[in-house]
């Protein structure tokens, strides 16, 4: 079946632009989660939602950064008014349940943030 | 603070031998553990996973191992094939209400020569 899907694949922005970032999830998952990837670190984790519940947005680096997944399918992570380190692989991922079985986590490939 | 650490970048081993990878943990409340595996532009893949409950889990070629009196994990691969050189994540999850949340070492570039 289809797995996790994130667009674009590639976004370049320039300082102070605002983007966003689009992830789809495996469907019927009930946990969406984004991370953040600089380059040569791991996932860094940024929001947790359960449907549309956001649960824990403890990871956001600034009050630049707002989740959402008014739905409870489709998420959309908005950065505002970009910053160069805000350049990383913006990783989303779902899973079935969010609690008990938290290691099934499916990822999507990523979108590359590059700010100039 | 890093606080699942991976001290090696990169390891590079020939196939059919076996590849030894190694994580270190520091905080005490990590309950579970996993190792994702990455390609070049892809989202990490679930591995395997151990809870703090067992010092083993073996599933095929790969075989983790918890050491918790030393905060210390290994994911053996035997035999290494070509197609298993990737980069590989260390994770651990906390017990409590914030399982879900992951925490990831830096990641080892794995290399299986032919």
């Known amino acids: 079946g289809a797995g996790v899907s994130q667009s674009p694949r590639y976004k370049v922005a320039k300082r102070g632009q605002d983007v966003a970032l689009r992830c789809d999830p495996i469907s019927g998952h009930v946990s969406l989660f984004w991370y953040q990837q600089a380059l040569g670190q791991g996932p860094e984790f940024l929001t947790y939602?359960?449907?549309?519940?956001?649960?824990?947005k403890s990871g956001l680096p600034s009050d630049r950064f707002f989740a959402e997944r008014p739905e409870g399918s489709v998420s959309t992570l908005k950065i505002q008014r970009t910053q160069q380190e805000d350049s990383a692989v913006y990783l989303c991922?779902?899973?079935?349940?969010?609690?008990?079985?938290?290691?099934?986590?499916?990822f999507g490939p990523g979108t590359r943030l590059t700010v100039t | 603070d890093q606080q699942v650490k991976q001290n090696s970048p990169s390891l590079s081993v020939q196939e059919g031998r076996i590849s030894i990878l190694n994580c270190d943990y520091t905080n005490s409340m990590f309950d579970y553990f996993l190792w994702y595996k990455k390609y070049p532009a892809e989202g990490p893949t679930f591995l395997i996973s151990?809870?703090?409950?067992?010092d083993k889990n073996e599933d095929g070629r790969f075989t983790v191992f918890l050491n918790k009196s030393a905060k210390h994990l290994s994911l053996h691969i035997v035999p290494s094939q070509p197609g298993d050189s990737a980069v590989y994540f260390c994770a651990a999850s906390p017990r409590g209400g914030s399982n879900y949340k992951l925490t990831f070492g830096k990641g080892t570039l794995l290399t299986v020569n032919p």
């Open positions: 939602f359960q449907n549309e519940a956001q649960l824990d």
């Open positions: 991922a779902s899973s079935l349940t969010g609690t008990f079985l938290s290691y099934e986590q499916y």
């Open positions: 151990i809870s703090s409950i067992k």
